[in-house]
T-cell receptor
Framework: GAVVSQHPSWVICKSGTSVKIECRSL??????MFWYRQFPKQSLMLMAT?????????EQGVEKDKFLINHASLTLSTLTVTSAHPEDSSFYIC????????????FGPGTRLTVL | GDSVTQMEGPVTLSEEAFLTINCTYT??????LFWYVQYPGEGLQLLLK?????DKGSNKGFEATYRKETTSFHLEKGSVQVSDSAVYFC????????????FGRGTSLIVHP
């Protein structure tokens, strides 16, 4: 099946710093990528939908200035958590969907962010 | 709107026991249905899917049948292993929609030796 990677797999940072998370589709071109946040023992919460070459669409309640999303190519989307605070600590997961393919999303392995 | 309801966990079983995790859904159209599995500390992996009524998805001994009449997609496995311990998510995607899945809350499965 299709492979989606995320980097880094975990990161620890100080409060007030910014962290960038990369999501790559390794063997296919992803016209649309999605960013999710998952709290412990809970389901995934969709944060935003990212389309290549256009601005991301954020879900209600998600601060677009805090969670910057860039989808610069058909194989790469990045999520930057700006001025991170401890409450931003979470597990962030991306997924990718291909245009014209079946309606399946392929998920990355996730990135564990801990803000001290 | 669309929704997915899963049985609450954790589900605790002994090795080789029979597994059923219930999943029901509501949707405005004709969704495709999925089961994803999440092992500790990892992302989601597609376990199986079904795209139309009466389809049966199967993988690694797991199977689920798309039941339109009962709007259900229950996950079953005849004999679980310790390595099956994980969180299982039922999800749907509306065909022709935004391709954004609607997830259930997830059901934790714990298998003891």
């Amino acid at each position: 099946g299709a492979v989606v990677s995320q980097h880094p797999s975990w990161v620890i940072c100080k409060s007030g710093t910014s962290v960038k998370i990369e999501c790559r589709s390794l063997d296919f071109q992803a016209t649309t990528m999605f960013w999710y946040r998952q709290f412990p023992k809970q389901s995934l919460m969709l944060m935003a939908t990212s389309n290549e070459g256009s601005k991301a669409t954020y879900e209600q309640g998600v601060e677009k200035d805090k969670f910057l999303i860039n989808h610069a190519s058909l194989t790469l989307s990045t999520l930057t958590v700006t001025s991170a605070h401890p409450e931003d600590s979470s597990f962030y997961i991306c997924s990718a969907h291909t245009s014209g393919a079946t309606d399946t999303q392929y998920f990355g392995p996730g990135t564990r962010l801990t803000v001290l | 709107g669309d929704s997915v309801t899963q049985m609450e966990g954790p589900v605790t079983l002994s090795e080789e026991a029979f597994l059923t995790i219930n999943c029901t859904y509501t949707a405005t159209g004709y969704p495709s249905l999925f089961w994803y599995v999440q092992y500790p500390g990892e992302g989601l992996q597609l376990l199986l899917k079904a795209t139309k009524a009466d389809d049966k998805g199967s993988n690694k001994g797991f199977e689920a049948t798309y039941r339109k009449e009962t709007t259900s997609f229950h996950l079953e496995k005849g004999s679980v292993q310790v390595s099956d311990s994980a969180v299982y998510f039922c999800a749907l995607i509306e065909v022709g929609g935004s391709y954004i899945p609607t997830f259930g809350r997830g059901t934790s499965l714990i298998v003891h030796p």
